[in-house]
């Protein structure tokens, strides 16, 4: 019979890191997701978005890079707390 295996501390560090890394490179895509949806609408190309302006796609790139930023900050600590033994 295999002999049962006890998670580390460490294990589910790198794991956690890991999952929410992941969970916060998500919202870094959908973010932009609008972003991208809202310079097409700005251009005249048809899309399913919402009544844009000029102004309103400004916004969502403003927020858009903001939130990138925070993001990453979020993905080098995660990634950090994770990798601590």
Do not use: C, H
């Amino acid at each position: 019979m295999p002999e049962e295996r006890k998670l580390s501390k460490s294990e589910v560090r790198k794991t956690v890191a890991a999952s929410m890394a992941t969970a916060f490179g998500l919202v870094i895509a959908l973010i932009w997701n609008q972003v991208v949806m809202g310079g097409l609408k700005v251009a005249g190309i048809d899309t399913t978005f919402a009544t844009i302006s000029l102004m309103g796609w400004i916004g969502y790139m403003v927020v858009a890079v903001v939130l990138t930023i925070v993001m990453i900050i979020f993905i080098i600590m995660f990634s950090r707390w994770g990798s601590k033994e």
